[in-house]
């Protein structure tokens, strides 16, 4: 079976859920994953409502670059492979 490091998702998807809904699923249900968050809405980003979630670990605003986004992934990924969980 595939290991998931991390998981990048918008906030703002079409159905089946948002990724507010798929954080929060992956914190009930996968914890150790961490969540990176992205929204082109600026009253996303604004009211901070990702916050809540504690397996969301980052927040890129878009536009962003790929190169910002890949950096947070490695980081990540990186830290849950020396975490002892």
Do not use: C
């Not at 914190?27 to 979630?53: C, D, T």
């Amino acid at each position: 079976m595939a290991r998931v490091d991390v998981v990048i998702s918008d906030v703002h998807m079409l159905t089946p859920a948002e990724g507010l809904e798929l954080a929060a699923w992956l914190g009930e249900h996968h914890p150790s994953i961490p969540v990176i968050l992205a929204s082109g809405r600026p009253a996303i980003a604004a009211n901070e409502k990702w916050k809540a979630y504690p397996n969301v670990t980052d927040f890129v605003p878009k536009p962003s670059a790929v190169e910002r986004i890949e950096m947070l992934a490695r980081t990540q990924a990186a830290e849950r492979d020396t975490s002892p969980n």
